[in-house]
Nanobody, 124 residues
């Protein structure tokens, strides 16, 4: 199960940090990538960022490069919970969307595991 949090309302130019934790023990034992996608009202789902779990190598969608940073951690004090973060700076109104985290397992080509999403609203 993926649990996302950290969404909220901010003004243009502000910052937010999203978190997404993977729980369920063996289900996420062999993570390949974790990623963030977003979906604005009336628009298709858009890739935001992904991180390769083993190397921490990030990739970003063009619209967020230079403003968003993806990172990951294992929270040892919380039953080794695997967590991915999305630091979002200089937020713009077009960043308003539901942000969804997703996980891809080793040996799989697609993101088969999805969280419930967290809403980010950017207003001027």
């Amino acid at each position: 199960q993926l649990q996302a949090s950290g969404g909220g309302s901010v003004q243009v130019g502000g910052s937010l940090r999203l978190s997404c934790s993977a729980s369920g023990g063996r289900a996420f034992r062999y993570l390949s990538h974790m990623a963030w996608f977003r979906q604005a009202p009336g628009k298709e789902r858009e890739f935001v960022a992904a991180i390769m779990w083993s190397t921490r190598l990030p990739t970003y969608g063009d619209s967020v490069k230079g403003r968003f940073t993806i990172s990951r951690d294992v929270i040892s004090r919380d039953n080794a919970k695997k967590t991915v973060y999305l630091q979002m700076n200089n937020l713009q109104s077009e960043d308003t969307a539901v942000y969804l985290c997703a996980a891809r397992l080793v040996g799989h080509d697609d993101y088969a595991h999805w969280g419930q999403g967290t809403l980010v609203t950017v207003s001027s």
